[in-house]
């Protein structure tokens, strides 16, 4: 059985997550997840991370409706990281922009690759 | 002008770099860089990142040869987390398995989902 205490987690009492779209294979974001945040999101299904600023469990798309289902969730070789595969509602960022890496570095100057969704 | 110095750090003074297969997409693992090491980066087109364990800038591939040729660099809306698109020669894990996300959680078990390369 898989127990979210056995993952390694910082001094924060956090671990990693990347968001993955299942399909497209585009990463979404990255934030962060307690152990209750873990076990919520595979209850639940709904991606449930843990909000660093408001210091609250935050249901990604609970306002926003830009939800993001559980596909898989995988753990990394040192378990200190986790990928959400996921299905992503509209934007992940909330920026609008489908996906938080938006801006590319080329020749040494920030490009914005990606226009916010309308 | 891009600037190192611009990005946001953790109280280590580092930032989390997820590197993916800048053709297949897959996401391959997660370090983490000091702002050293992103400049050294870009410089240089070899993913460097900084190594917690050992204290060291960390040129992945170094020892193994399983080199991250720099694609892409990109940086997220909060500025505190970077994309790095790469082109992997070899394994990106320690394990030899091509990517470190190796591990699924499905229905409560860990299944591994990817064998080592030979």
Redesign the interface.
């Known amino acids: 059985?898989?127990d979210p205490a056995s993952l390694k987690y910082d001094a924060n009492g956090l671990i990693?997550v990347?968001a993955?779209d299942a399909s497209?294979?585009?990463?979404l974001?990255?934030a962060w997840m307690n152990a209750e945040a873990v076990t919520r999101t595979?209850q639940t299904g709904r991606v449930t991370y843990w909000s660093r600023s408001r210091k609250s469990f935050w249901i990604k798309g609970e306002s926003s409706g830009h939800v993001q289902e559980l596909v898989?969730?995988?753990?990394?070789?040192?378990r200190d990281?986790l990928?959400a595969l996921v299905r992503q509602t509209g934007p992940a960022?909330?920026?609008n922009?489908r996906s938080?890496?938006?801006?590319?570095?080329?020749e040494?100057?920030?490009i914005e690759?990606m226009r916010p969704m309308v």
């Open positions: 059985m898989f990693p990347i993955q497209s294979s585009e990463v974001m990255m595979l898989e969730l995988r753990v990394d070789c040192d990281c990928l960022c909330h920026t922009r938080c890496f938006y801006t590319a570095i080329r040494g100057e920030e690759i």
